[in-house]
């Protein structure tokens, strides 16, 4: 992962591989330049090319609707204002023989994808009840592989493995909770749910290089958690198993009612302890994520920007002693 | 339809079949007696049977878990307090060879039922699209058999035909609608949506000798607009549709988001006109069936009973001159 | 109607009249340039006026605080980033014997206003009930000559005849409503209530060359709920009616409860089923209008700008089959 | 005033006139037995009478529709369960020349009316703008013989008094604003505002020999805000006052506005500084007012009754030292 | 613990230990009769004495204020409507010698005390910060020895130990979450607020003969969350730890901000992650408490009572397979 | 105070002292120029310099971190699309020996410091409760020396004074209430909390060259409620006063519950009738401050800016005759 703009300082001239998010032309001293954002996985920085010739115009006709991209930037680093912003020599297109993977750029969740891939499968092969245990199987087998990429919320952390870490969170979480009530709850349903409640998130993201872009129609028209549904009815029909068991009902049930309530969409509100339980695990979980993104990017002793999820700033401080 | 209990006066002895909807034994003078509701399709009326009998207490035993039942009361109405009561002399099941139905003794839709049916079927052979109309015909034929029984609401008018009357008053008002903004709204989408929108709501109410007594588990578990998007793609896989077509996805979108905002159940909310129209055209019927439920049993000149749904009384005025 | 900006392309050299509504002077190279909004009929375009002269000045001084203003304007079309914008060689007042009216250049609703009047007069001529006919023509007659020019919401569809379109669109859905509940609602009443409910705000809102700018000071002391109510009271006093009959009274409440809610601004909620009905029907075209007016502006295919009202995008699509 | 119930003891013998205010006919031993509410201004006592005659029946059948009504009634004080309760002897009619004014059993504003009156009218007098002060003075005059008896709210104190106590109250603390904001505040109309504010909720309640109870038609269909907007402009008129004059306006808007926002019942919210300050200072007025009632029937040293209005118990305590 | 009830038969006469908690007078025939409630850990039953006796008033005189008392009963059951009553022959008071503690009639967190202590103290003992480790042990022992008598909520789970269970599970949740998230969460900081955050509902509760029977008048002057906060303080001082420390002020702010919202009692939000931590964790075990408490009285199969709490009922199932 | 802004005229030379409140960079013609904020208690104008010179960078180095600074300034009003602005020819440090403070260009509230203050120490000199007026005279002295300087609050009025005008207005409110409401209200305990109220805010604000520029972390971890909660408590320990004493937790509670419900603040509800005085005529003065506030800004007869906190314009209105 590579990670130069957090440590840059002003006045230091570079020459590094940054991904190009934003460009735009803007009207200034001696006709237009350009804006630009650039980022890596550490962060992100505002830079502005002057003084445009040919060959940039040609590469904004290439580029301008195709970001993001990787591209080579020469400049130096001044103080503006409140931050440092980069004052852009040349910007051009890496060599083809250099194509890098737009993932080095990128932000990822603080897991080990294999060790998570393990986890999960393990605590699947672990499930007492075979129908329900073939189910999540079949249901995760089909989401596998698109799982590592996909960020745990298109608000929140926009992450390599986010949704992969959130899924490990919750299973372990429910885990917990189950240790604490474990008369009321049942195991395999709790985290049968656990283990699809978010993944047909999937869907309702546009991956574009690896970067969630935006929501998907379907994510309007449908949405994951009805998605999810008809994955687990399919998927039931496809394994020879009854849907109007009684497991398949409870675990769509734990689907669509994971939201907790209907204004946070949930077509049915949870009517078992374990739809309860597995919808304040995921609030729980989901909020914490946002609190974390919010903290990594808050500098120690400061107060954060502010959150509109939360709807409020948090103070990263340190406990002295 | 029987109708008895409206015109009822003070100090009448009648001897009338009624449909007995509540038995329950207090405490008084001499030991317990019976408290019950009578009803007919004009409404209802308190009775009490006194000095009860080994007789009285047999019948209890056998129906008293198993109401409503018809049964035959003689007795003398009574001024009690603001209203009528029956002082019961006796209380029998009526003959075997006089086995009455109870729907006789239910209030019903100012519909009728064939015309109703005839004038929904051909609203659906008139749609264009093919795709639309085979999924329609195929699961209007699904509940047909069912909807005569149902109410609209649990809560509304339980009515004999009211499901079937708000589905009529559905489509007509989106015919109209679809005179308003010709441009703008698809019609075989719109009437599509229309027609089958709440049909599964038949699995959401217990009926019980043709009265809704209860919602089921299934109703809170997954709920009759997951149940009906369910429906629509079984029907598709059924007649050899795609299921990802894009007439499929967006009837199952006009199903999904028809209660408009997700705290009323809708797991994602309207996003294309059709769907906005049908969620806006059944808001309106609802509430006017609620309304006219008031309406229908208030008295001409008074306020109505206080309405949990609107949180109001209405007055039934006549508008003179 | 003018409908040219829809159907522009870049690299176009036009000269044409259009409706000027914004002009800005902003700070970029060599000194100011003007930054202004062209609009007609089909929609609007930004343009840019570099290189300002003493002539630009003047006109600046003359009609910047008289906007809008009909002008002459030849310059040549550019691609700007995500759109098209006019590069402005010249602009200038129209000859004086050219002289255009605005209206030319404004959206209008997809009526024909003498058909619509013609409409809402026979349906008031067939109003049984003489007192409420007569208040009714008359307040109407009141309103008319100013009723064309008048959108239905400051808010939404700002068009020529916005204010008559939705009048007539009410009328309708309620004349279907009556068909639906023929002994519950008593048509004279709702009729009447909904020919009158709206047309006050067209002392809401300020109307400077056709088009409306902003609200009054009325609309904020008194609004047009209580206007109307007023105008009831003061047409009845005129026409020799007791202010007291009971229609009278009827019909004020039917204006004052229409918006349903204090919240959305009627002082008293509705009480009897026409007052119902009328806050139900206006609510759904009311709603639906907003609908329109953002479906129109959006491309096929595309989803539309976020709106304010409905707090949410809808997509474009087109039925294929 | 009568304040025998407040001093009442277990086992006393008494024989006095109270107010019957609810008369229940009940089943229990030995046939019916009447349940009575007792009233007089120190409070409320539940009565029982037991082994009715001929008499009684006589007596139900005349009054229990004419309630309330004073009655002489002989019985013996017992404890029953958490409360005294009164087992009546018997129950009659005062004797026609012993009749007794309902006022006297009915609890009252801690203020004296003709001392309110003359503080009204100076204040009245002192309003400096002759068009405010003409029609203040008339609507005063046009409510000032209704006004003693009428309570502050039906939910609320249902003294007699206690609206003319709330207007007095509402006057003096506008004099404190004032005397805060002397600047911002036109004491003339804000002034004109308080004395008229809630004048015509007169005609929302209807009085029924002294006692409010219950709401008028005319307070659903109208509202006694807009009442008051007509009276003030009906006034206008018949005093040759313009009606379009700015202070006219302006004093509406204050009535229109008083409640402050349109969930609360205002049709528009308060625009100008007058307008806030007579809807804050309404607005405590009030809420003290529902605490005072709470109050004075509180024990000292106990919680409250529940409040629906409040949403809370108070605690009545005494500071000491 | 006692738990007799939950098996009662219908015509079973027996003669037990039981824990009144209520006693009415009713009428009825022959004179008043007793209604009466009985519990033991296992449940509620209700009860009626017929044909009182002088000794029944005397034993009412003495006892109907001092509820709870352990009573010695001797009926029979019988099937009343849609439950089993209890018709009394005669009840006393248990002798001298066989005094019952009233803490084996009460249900009970299903955890061990002694345990549970050494858990928390071990807990404790493992904070690395001195400053908090101090404080919170100093805090908590001050309240140990009243913390197994109490509940976790007046509306909740009323058993003997619940307050402590609920303190385990908020440990024991806030280490996995520690797991979670290790960067960003100072387990010392979390570990401290969740063993204190609750434990001066103690002061809140009235406790009388080990039952919550009521709030105190500090919950409603102060409430548990300030008087932890001042606990904080006045230890800190005692234990010469300056007030002004950054974890003291830390800790303050967990404690006061744990329930998440002002609108649920805290004066000031979270604003740091541990903080946002502490109420997720506490928030989700408080909810699964209610869950738990409902879904024990339920029996299997069946839907459970309302609960005002989570505005629902929950359905006890067994999942199959 | 100065107060020259709120008269320029276009067209006008002027050398004046200025508070420079905001300073940055923008890229326009021939490099950057400056955007400036010129601040004095009349009013605020916004100003630019071009053709920035070596001694302008200087000081942009120097103050741009260190705002806001007196500066002195020459210039040129000019028009400017709406509003006038300065066109700046230089700007300079006033000389060492004509320091100006910071405190001449501030508004500040329409009181005499030295009578408030005065007006103040009577009203505690008169409370007869030597407990409560020992508590509230040390307080007071506590936070008086930096009462002056403190503004009501961060999103009101700015002003200098701002908070100690605030308490005055409460206190005077009360007194007024006192004497309406007179033997449910303790008037000590009113008093006491009136005073004391809001004075905890002065920890709350960062107070810089007597400008309030943000909030504290304290008012984010504590906040001024609770943090008076503890000055009383501690005052009380200091001057030997039992913390338990009646009047010392009455008081607490007074401040603790002021703010009304939990959503706004308070750890508790107003639970005895002074507590929810003082929470009435707090709100009250409050938002009338805010109105005040905006309509000092607001030139007369047009209507204010958008008020965030009251959700609308008001309109700067004169009575006529």
Redesign the interface.
Same mark, same amino acid.
């Given at each position: 992962m590579r990670k130069v703009i957090q440590s840059l300082k002003v006045n230091e001239t570079i020459k590094e591989h940054f991904l190009l998010t934003s460009l #735009?032309?803007k009207?200034?001293?001696?006709?237009t330049y350009f804006e630009m954002t650039l980022a890596d996985a550490s962060g992100e920085i505002k830079a502005r090319k002057w003084d445009l010739v040919e060959k940039d115009y040609q590469l904004y006709d290439v580029i301008h609707k195709e970001l993001p991209q990787v591209v080579l930037v020469k400049g130096l680093t001044r103080q503006? #204002?409140q931050s440092i912003d980069l004052k852009v020599f040349y910007i051009v297109y890496p060599d083809v023989e250099t194509s890098i993977s737009i993932s080095e750029f990128l932000p990822s969740a603080?897991i080990n994808i294999d060790d998570s891939f393990r986890e999960l499968e393990e605590t699947i092969a672990s499930l007492q009840?075979?129908?329900?245990r073939r189910i999540v199987r079949e249901v995760f087998q089909l989401y596998k592989p698109f799982l590592p990429q996909y960020p745990a919320s298109i608000h929140g952390h926009q992450g390599y493995g986010g949704l992969l870490w959130h899924t490990t969170?919750t299973v @372990? !979480?429910c885990e917990?909770?189950i240790?604490?009530?474990p008369?009321?709850l049942?195991r395999?349903?709790l985290i049968s749910g656990a283990i699809l409640h978010d993944l047909a998130k999937i869907k309702d993201y546009k991956l574009e290089k690896g970067i969630v872009t935006k929501v998907t129609?379907?994510s309007?028209?449908?949405?994951h958690?009805?998605t999810m549904?008809?994955d687990i @009815?399919e998927t039931a029909r496809v394994l020879n198993i009854d849907v109007h068991a #009684?497991?398949v009902?409870?675990l769509?049930?734990m689907i669509?009612s994971h939201h907790g309530?209907?204004?946070?969409?949930?077509?049915?509100?949870?009517?078992?302890?374990e739809a309860?339980?597995l919808h304040?695990?995921d609030?729980?979980?989901t909020? !914490?994520g946002v609190?974390?993104n919010l903290?990594e990017k808050t500098p120690l002793g400061e107060w954060s920007d502010w959150s509109k999820v939360l709807e409020? @700033?948090?103070?990263k401080?340190?406990?002295?002693?």
């Amino acid at each position: 992962m590579r990670k130069v703009i957090q440590s840059l300082k002003v006045n230091e001239t570079i020459k590094e591989h940054f991904l190009l998010t934003s460009l #735009q032309t803007k009207l200034g001293k001696n006709g237009t330049y350009f804006e630009m954002t650039l980022a890596d996985a550490s962060g992100e920085i505002k830079a502005r090319k002057w003084d445009l010739v040919e060959k940039d115009y040609q590469l904004y006709d290439v580029i301008h609707k195709e970001l993001p991209q990787v591209v080579l930037v020469k400049g130096l680093t001044r103080q503006f #204002q409140q931050s440092i912003d980069l004052k852009v020599f040349y910007i051009v297109y890496p060599d083809v023989e250099t194509s890098i993977s737009i993932s080095e750029f990128l932000p990822s969740a603080p897991i080990n994808i294999d060790d998570s891939f393990r986890e999960l499968e393990e605590t699947i092969a672990s499930l007492q009840n075979e129908t329900l245990r073939r189910i999540v199987r079949e249901v995760f087998q089909l989401y596998k592989p698109f799982l590592p990429q996909y960020p745990a919320s298109i608000h929140g952390h926009q992450g390599y493995g986010g949704l992969l870490w959130h899924t490990t969170n919750t299973v @372990r !979480l429910c885990e917990t909770v189950i240790g604490l009530y474990p008369k009321m709850l049942n195991r395999d349903l709790l985290i049968s749910g656990a283990i699809l409640h978010d993944l047909a998130k999937i869907k309702d993201y546009k991956l574009e290089k690896g970067i969630v872009t935006k929501v998907t129609d379907k994510s309007k028209f449908v949405g994951h958690i009805v998605t999810m549904a008809y994955d687990i @009815r399919e998927t039931a029909r496809v394994l020879n198993i009854d849907v109007h068991a #009684q497991e398949v009902e409870l675990l769509e049930h734990m689907i669509l009612s994971h939201h907790g309530k209907g204004e946070f969409g949930s077509p049915v509100e949870p009517s078992i302890p374990e739809a309860f339980a597995l919808h304040l695990v995921d609030a729980l979980d989901t909020k !914490l994520g946002v609190v974390h993104n919010l903290w990594e990017k808050t500098p120690l002793g400061e107060w954060s920007d502010w959150s509109k999820v939360l709807e409020k @700033r948090i103070k990263k401080v340190t406990v002295e002693g």
